[in-house]
């Protein structure tokens, strides 16, 4: 009891304590404020996707219904259609409307006379014996109005069986997803209708052709919507955004799947959605459970040829996607605050023995001379008045010994003060990119203000300009110093050498520069790194950029070639040459050395081409480069088919 009263009364103890209370408190102030405005922009990121995917959404469903108005009035078009209908020749028409409906993908297709009775149709019964009037809406509108019209479309199952009984059994639902009592009894459809006229577009109305695609369990658009809208990340392999049709309030198309792995058909949206969506006919986004996780969605109103409001059309992303965002801040905060823990009872014990340590080294110095030592460690000068005097007689005492002392002290900090200066250089180039990146960020902010002169967006664009140089050299550092693990995988290099080309292309066509790509036929595969070979690709065709006026060219082929060792190891060469002004002999030997650059002050860090050479060496390539003043430079890229992976290992760890 005795030695734990006397350890919570220390000094170390209390500094220990308070220390501690400090890390707790900022760190648990930067979880909480940190975590909900963290979470306040995520979210209203996550809301603005959504309003921006859903109106590309609706794009894409207008575009389907383009697609099948232009595709019936390419039709309508042609000579022969016309002479078929005008002469009653059914089989034709029938066998050009059988070709459009494989040609265009129609579920739908037929003709009607201008009394509304039907002349033929795909799918079964195509040339009907009974001619009773055909009650198409779509149909009607466009005999009724004589013109033509697109848009969507509600066929009850009547209408649906004569067109084709295998479209009725489509509005069927699948009975292991129905969350409704009743199964909707009608199909929503996207469709046109022609009317096609004696003189083209007057005269005698002859009759009208229309055709459709029935969107009851259909997977063409709402996948082409995913992949429009997500296609980073279909390739990836995700599937956690998803688009949905709806007839009324019920799934009727969606790459939304339940626990079972089936596409949601027939469960229900929300009565919140329905209410604001279907009855208020407003846009809507929520938040909410859907079928078997959490989305965040966004609604829109479908309506028909009428201007009735007959469903919705919908995407949705997975909240996780986004809220992962805030546990991963949350995790690294209590991180930070557990590394700030551990510190401050490192750093307490510290600044504790180094407070008290002189007065205990002065009480031991004086036991030591009481039994006869004259030559007693008293250690630095203190900073307290008193203690500083006391050890200031002992030093006149000692002087000769304390002369020695000071000495190997002066040594000693004078060590330290290297190994902080080392640690500094080591971490600096990390450290250095947090205030730059405030610095930006807020610059950036300054500038969308409307109420700044131009003289002081001047000023500022010169702030934003220098800042990204500091982070451009930092960056150079950076990669010239770090060696991370290869990511090998085959690559097309033809292919990976025109997606480089597509990304400077611009900027080279801007400056009035032909870049020119003759790739080998059949170049084998090469196993590489595609990111870090992208880097060298993209530095050096800059560099060639820099280097080349306007009307120059630069000129970029692939080939199959030998190495020039003994080994005479098979692989490709990529040679990029340029038009522009050469490279000096003299400076040929160190072109790829670290921080050499004949760039301006300001263009240039002079480490691309060494961190070029370092990962083009790491892939057991070469890379050579010639040059001439006034005519131009060739750089030579070698690279083997096949190598063993202990090579690159051993490149690596080299």
């Given at each position: ?148 019209i697109?848009?969507?479309v ?16 489509k ?40 055709g459709?695609?029935l ?48 596409r ?6 929300s ?102 030592n ?92 220098s ?18 693990e ?9 292919r ?22 003759n ?26 950029i ?25 692989g ?5 040459a ?12 160190k ?38 003043v ?15 992976m ?9």
């Open positions: 009891m005795r030695k734990f009263l006397s350890m919570i009364s220390s000094t170390h103890f209390k500094l220990v304590i308070s220390l501690l209370g400090i890390s707790f408190l900022v760190g648990g102030i930067s979880i909480i404020i940190g975590g909900h405005l963290l979470y306040k922009a995520v979210l209203k990121e996550a809301t603005d996707r959504i309003r921006l995917d859903l109106n590309a959404a609706h794009g894409v469903y207008n575009t389907q219904i383009k697609y099948v108005k232009g595709a019936l009035n390419i039709t309508t078009l042609g000579e022969g259609f016309r002479n078929s209908l005008f002469k009653n020749n059914i089989p034709d028409l029938l066998d050009r409307l059988n070709r459009l409906a494989q040609n265009a993908e129609i579920d739908f297709a037929g003709i009607v006379g201008s009394d509304g009775s039907v002349l033929c149709r795909i799918g079964p019964n195509s040339i009907p014996e009974d001619k009773r009037k055909y009650e198409n809406p779509i149909v009607m509108y466009a005999i009724k109005n004589e013109q033509q697109a848009g969507t509600v066929l009850s199952e009547k209408l649906l069986k004569i067109e084709n009984p295998e479209l009725a059994n509005i069927r639902l699948p009975q292991q997803n129905v969350q409704k009592e009743t199964e909707p009894i009608a199909g929503l459809a996207i469709a046109a209708a022609m009317p096609i006229f004696e003189n083209r577009n007057s005269g005698k109305l002859y009759g009208v052709i229309y459709g695609i969107l009851n369990q259909s997977t063409s658009i709402v996948d082409a919507v995913r992949k429009t809208l997500f296609l980073d990340d279909m390739q990836q392999g995700q599937s956690t955004l998803t688009a949905t049709i709806f007839y009324k309030d019920i799934r009727i198309a969606t790459n939304l799947f339940n626990p079972n792995g089936k949601a058909i027939g469960t229900i949206v009565p919140e959605v329905k209410q604001r969506v279907l009855l208020d006919g407003k846009y809507c986004t929520i938040q909410d459970f859907i079928v078997s996780d959490r989305y965040i969605a966004g609604y829109d109103p479908i309506e028909d040829i009428e201007g009735k409001r007959v469903g919705i059309i919908g995407v949705g992303v997975i909240e996780s996607n986004y809220s992962n965002v805030r546990y991963k801040f949350i995790f690294i905060v209590v991180i930070i605050t557990f590394i700030g823990i551990i510190s401050a009872v490192v750093i307490g014990y510290i600044l504790g023995h180094r407070i008290l340590d002189p007065l205990n080294r002065l009480i031991k110095a004086s036991q030591e001379v009481s039994a006869g004259l030559t007693p460690d008293i250690g630095t000068l203190s900073h307290d008045r008193e203690i500083r005097f006391l050890q200031k007689t002992f030093k006149d005492m000692f002087e000769s010994l304390k002369q020695q002392r000071a000495e190997s002290e002066n040594q000693l900090v004078q060590s330290e003060k290297l190994a902080s200066i080392g640690r500094l250089a080591a971490g600096v180039a990390h450290e250095i990119n947090n205030p730059l990146t405030g610095v930006l960020t807020y610059t950036h902010m300054l500038l969308r203000r409307k109420d700044l002169d131009q003289e002081i967006r001047s000023d500022l664009q010169v702030v934003i300009e800042t990204e140089r500091v982070r451009k050299i930092v960056k150079g550092l950076l990669d010239f110093s770090r060696q991370t290869l990511d090998l995988e085959p690559i097309d290099l033809n990976l050498v025109k997606s480089t080309i597509a990304l400077i292309e611009n900027q080279a066509l801007l400056k009035g520069i032909q870049i020119d790509f790739p080998a036929s059949e170049l084998p595969m090469v196993t590489l790194d595609r990111s870090q070979m992208n880097s060298v690709l993209l530095n050096i065709i800059i560099n060639a820099d280097a080349t006026e306007t009307g120059g060219h630069i000129d970029i082929l692939t080939t199959v070639e030998l190495s020039t060792d003994d080994a005479a190891q098979k490709v060469k990529i040679v990029i340029d038009t522009g002004s050469g490279i000096p002999p003299e400076n040929l030997d072109l790829f050395d670290p921080f050499f650059t004949t760039k301006e002050v300001g263009k240039g860090t002079g480490l691309g081409l060494s961190v070029s050479y370092g990962i083009v060496k790491r892939h057991g390539g070469l890379i050579r480069v010639q040059s001439e006034g005519k131009g430079t060739k750089f030579l890229i070698w690279l083997p088919i096949e190598k063993k202990e090579v690159i290992n051993e490149n690596y760890s080299s």
